[in-house]
C-alpha cells in the first residue's frame, strides 16, 4: 500500500493550479470591478459638474429675458476639481449662445442655451476652472443696443 502512494503524483501539480487559477480569476474580478467604479465615479463628476453649469445657464437665461443693460449678480459657482474649464460663448458670433464643460480625462459636454447668449469680460468667450470660486453675470448691449449678452468673469 505504500508503493501505490509515492507512485501517484497527481496531487503534487493539482493543487497549485487550483491556486493560480483562483488567483487569477480573483484578479480578473477586482480589475472589472474597478474599471466599472472608477467609470460610475467619472459619470457622476459628469453629472455634477453639467448640474452645476445649469444653474449658471439658468439664471443668465433669467436675467437675459427679465433685465436691462447694467444688470449684476454674483453667484457662487462649485465645479467639481475634475473640470478642466467651462467654456461659454464663441468666437463665432452665430455660436455666442454655445457653452461646454471639458473634463480632466478628456471628456467633452456641449450645449446650446436657448434665450441667452455669452460672452467673457474681455473676450468673446468666458471660461471657468473647477473648483470653488464666485462669479458675476451681467448684461451688456452691443452693437449699438441691438444685441443683448451676458457678461461671465470671476468676482475680484
Request: hydrophobic residues 40%.
Amino acid at each position: 500500500m505504500r508503493q501505490n502512494i509515492c507512485k501517484n503524483r497527481q496531487g503534487i501539480l493539482e493543487l497549485p493550479m487550483q491556486y493560480v487559477i483562483a488567483v487569477i480569476v480573483a484578479g480578473i474580478a477586482i480589475f472589472l470591478m474597478s474599471a466599472a467604479a472608477y467609470t460610475l465615479w467619472k459619470e457622476n463628476e459628469m453629472k455634477k459638474a453639467v448640474r452645476e453649469v445649469k444653474q449658471i445657464v439658468n439664471e443668465a437665461e433669467l436675467m437675459y429675458i427679465t433685465g436691462e443693460e447694467g444688470t449684476r449678480i454674483t453667484i457662487d459657482v462649485n465645479l467639481p476639481n475634475s473640470v478642466k474649464r467651462v467654456v461659454f460663448g464663441s468666437s463665432d458670433e452665430n455660436l455666442a449662445n454655445h457653452y461646454y464643460t471639458l473634463m480632466r480625462w478628456g471628456t467633452n459636454k456641449s450645449f446650446f442655451a436657448e434665450h441667452v447668449k455669452f460672452k467673457g469680460k474681455e473676450s468673446t468667450k468666458a471660461v471657468l476652472h473647477g473648483g470653488s470660486s464666485r462669479i458675476v453675470l451681467e448684461i451688456e448691449r452691443v452693437n449699438g443696443g441691438s444685441e443683448k449678452y451676458v457678461k461671465i468673469y470671476p468676482s475680484q
